[in-house]
């Protein structure tokens, strides 16, 4: 199906199934530990044998030798396999890294050898055995020093998020240099992990040259093409599940080395082999979210319009990686006559950077919403007032397109009510509770949308039951049940009737999850190839298809009614198809807006930040099901808060890696971070957007936060801190007198 006119009214107008807040249907499956994860595939794999993988001990050079004889010899081991085994190996488009290194060593942790033994505790010791002889080159791990010398930059677009090293409008020089009001502040954000719970994990078993694959990915085809371009195979001699992921967060994007270990290491042994990467691996081995330091410069009339402004963002990566898109946001958000975005690329012997949670905008937004609320005290203005005052329906760079739907200002006045920003003074560090300061902050929430073909199967059995087949994954964020609920809906059945299958290889490629695109496409998706199955059933009827009716388990057409099991009573109908996209996403900007609202308390004494209270509203096309939105939604917020006050990646600048690698020195929120959390959803539906008119709401939910933490902190503490996470020691000489 091409989406390339504006949806009309449908099927999923009628809002039975769809738009309840159903329970996860997967949930019984999570909560009694059946559903199967990457590492768990018991049932289906007899026997496997256990990898381990041996990470670089530099972060650049050369492996001058490697001595495996004692791990060869050691108890249980079965094979050893290293770059020098295994011949040339291809390099897959998503990696920027080699995923099995050696003899050239790019960063610390990269996979050097996998080990495979009988059990985890033999291949583990066995690793621990591997001697490898390395000669050490110099690099450069220091951001801020290589960005002096580091080139400008576009972005990639693999992702969506593509960008031209430097955007201009009007003279933004010229603009600045005449404002009345201006600001020019930089901004930093440090490198982050993205902490998922579940480690990368694969089992991998041959028959013959035939390889199956479970793992932990998001994106299905995108990992399947990259492992048989790493192993120059065929992708169709390739089987690749990923049915139940426990987080992702851009961090399983791609193909990593879990997979091509347990590849490599099960050709080796003759056996399936099943490897995770541990806990202190996975920091320094797979991909992070580059630092950046980031320029904005604003320049406004006496009255608060915005007349000039600039963004420029720099990161760092390994050679031929890509810049983190932390301008993405500034070229749409606010008017302004004259503009100016650009980005610069510094090459760093640093793991690999990639995709995380809302790359571009979640870095980019924690900048420039501090420098909206700095610019609104230059201005004497509320910052909701400064923010709306400057908001605008057309896209800022490009006046002819408008935006399909953007509620921004609506969202910040719905916000201001219900958190009862009112009450805020306006003068920072003046209000007291007890011990602590009290502060509250805002921020505007915005992520573009991202179209993405997506295809999908929906048989109608004899039985009655409806199955849909696609391989989208859920990643945590409910695909199961908006997709259960998207054919429900379609058919005229109950959830109780579907069943949703995802997440493998032999299924319809689908949009996968990524870049808070998987609901809306997924579903789209889904809707396609069930206006199949309906034109089937109607087929097989007698009907007229374009007047059939779907509901409450039977099919309608002029006086004739037929229940719907009954239609496939003669066998199994299917119907296959994808959703596809015209130009509606050039014509129109396609974005989601929101506000972000937060309470801390600062203890006057110690400096430390608490949290007391959030408040999301988000305008984001029509909300599929508002209680995994929700989910989604307060998830975000809750990274929001760790990149404001304690997720940081400490580089080691001397050898060259990311010294807190686990879970206890890498710090996300936990329960007691996060008190109370309320999120808001704005009616909207965005007919230019699918036929499902939804967005997105995952990353939505994250783009501000950071920033709305931090105008809370300076709110509450009068100390304006630029550089996150906004930890205690960079506050604490500068609080107000407290004897
Ligand atoms: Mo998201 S960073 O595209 O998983």
Known sequence: MKFDIPAGSNPIDRMTVVGKPLNRVDGPAKTTGTATYAYEHHREVANPAYGFAVGAAIAKGRIRSMNLTKAKAASGVLTVVTAGDVGKLGKGKFNTVKLLGGPDVDHYHQAIAVVVAETFEQARAAAALVRVDYARAEGQFDLADALKTAPLKGGSSDEGSGASPVERVGDFEQAFAAA??????????????????????????WKGDELTLWTSNQMIDW?????????????????????YVGGGFGGKLFLRADAVLAALGAKAAGRPVKLALTRPMIANNTTHRPATRQRIRIGASRDGVITAIAHESGSGDQPDGQPETAVNQTKLLYAGAN??????????????????????????????????????EKLGMDPIEFRAKNDTQVDPQDTTHRFSQRQLVRCLIEGAQRFGWSRRNGTPAQVRDGRWLVGMGMASAFRNHMNMPSGARVRLGPDGLVTVETDMTDIGTGSYTIIAQTAAEMMGLPTERVAVRLGDSAFPVSAGSGGQFGAANATAGVYAACVKLREAVANRLGFNSADATFADGVVRSGNRSVDLQDAASGGELVGEDKIEFGSLDKTYK???FGAHFVEVGVDAYTGVTRVRRMLAVCAAGRIINPKSARSQVIGAMTMGVGSAL????AVDKRYGFFVNHDLATYEVPVHA???HQEVVFLDEVDDKANPMKAKGVGELGLCGVGAAVANAVYNATGVRVRDYPLTLDKHLDQLPAVA
């Open 590 to 592: 396609l974005a989601t």
């Open 646 to 649: 304690m997720e940081e990646l």
């Open 339 to 376: 503009r100016m975005v650009s980005m610069r690329l510094a090459v760093l012997d640093l793991p690999e950077g990639n995709a995380m949670r809302a790359p571009g905008e979640a870095p980019g937004m924690m900048a420039l919403e501090i420098a909206m609320d700095e610019m609104a």
């Open 180 to 205: 009345p009001v201006t600001l020019d502040a930089e901004y930093t954000t440090p490198d982050h992990s993205h902490a998922m719970m579940e480690p990368f994990a694969s089992i991998a078993e």
């Open 223 to 243: 990992g399947r093409t990259d492992l048989a371009t790493t192993l120059g195979m065929p992708k169709e001699k390739i089987r690749f599940m990923s049915p």
């Open 673 to 675: 971070d996060i008190p």
